[in-house]
């Protein structure tokens, strides 16, 4: 297996995963999507709301808040020394009171861990109108997008690498034109690959070469897009994916020698 990467910008990782499988490919995806923890606020406790929402419509709204955090430094509550009861390392509170007229923000949060908050300070959650009151105490907890949405890590798709055979070289110019993502290009009056990373396989050159040009899949290679969606790092969500993938393999392995 071969990992190439193709870009790498702010939350965005493009990468080429080489010499697998549809099933390999698949499961990776769904790991960086479900099962790489994250944390969120699982409990808020309304002191005052006079606002115009309802308690359970703003705690859901602070749930969604993706936090940055340390997840070396953060245990799941049932794995956690203090079993479960809650302590530093396995939740985080934090504290708000706002008074309207106010439009209440993201960072109007005060975290009892200075290292954990909202990854944006400007996030709307709502706006209190005049003499209107909202206090409330919320606590983070580490989980997984297969538990709730809220804990979900990325997003995370792949497409199988293109194979354009463009051999056939009339109307190489209205060939070109007809991509619209400028995969193809013509050099020497020859139609030549110039960005096959960046192939949908919408299929418009075989259209415009009246199939002339064919396009299939390659089901050895996988063009991923990764985006990270939480406070995490989006190379880190991509190698906590294949590590607990290994992890889920050797304990089958295990499993197996029982039998």
């Known amino acids: 297996m071969k990992i190439k990467i193709l870009s790498k910008k702010g939350s965005n990782l493009k990468f080429l995963l080489d010499d697998t499988t549809p099933g390999f490919a698949n499961a990776l995806r769904r790991i960086m999507i479900s099962e790489v923890p994250t944390l969120a606020i699982e409990i808020a406790e309304f002191t005052d709301n006079t606002s115009a929402l309802f308690d359970e419509m703003i705690a859901h709204r602070f749930g969604l808040i993706p936090l940055e955090f340390d997840p070396s430094k953060f245990n799941f509550k049932e794995e956690c020394k203090c079993n ?93 034109k ?55 790092d989006v190379t880190y969500i991509v190698e906590q994916a294949s590590k607990i993938l290994q992890d889920k393999a050797n304990e089958f392995k295990d499993q197996l020698k029982g039998f």
Not at 104 to 115: C, E, F, I
Not at 192 to 214: F, G, H, I, Q, T
Request: with cysteine; hydrophobic share 35%.
């Open 178 to 232: 007809a991509c619209p993502r400028g995969v193809l290009a013509v050099k020497n009056s020859k139609l030549v690959l110039a960005d096959p990373y960046n192939c949908n396989e919408c299929r418009s050159c075989e259209d415009a070469s009246n199939d002339k040009v064919k396009v299939n899949s390659d089901n050895t290679k996988f063009i991923f897009n990764v985006d990270s969606i939480s406070g995490l």
């Open 84 to 176: 479960g009861k809650g302590c530093p390392l396995c939740e985080v509170f934090f504290a708000l009171e706002k008074t309207g007229p106010v439009m209440v923000y993201s960072g109007d949060l005060k975290s009892t861990n200075k290292a954990v908050k909202p990854i944006s300070p400007d996030f709307p959650m709502v706006e209190l109108l005049k003499d209107q009151n909202l206090k409330l105490e919320a606590i983070a907890v580490l989980g997984t997008g297969k538990n709730h949405a809220k804990f979900q890590a990325a997003n995370a798709s792949y497409t199988y690498f293109p194979q354009i055979d463009v051999s056939d070289h009339k109307d190489a110019k209205k060939i070109e």
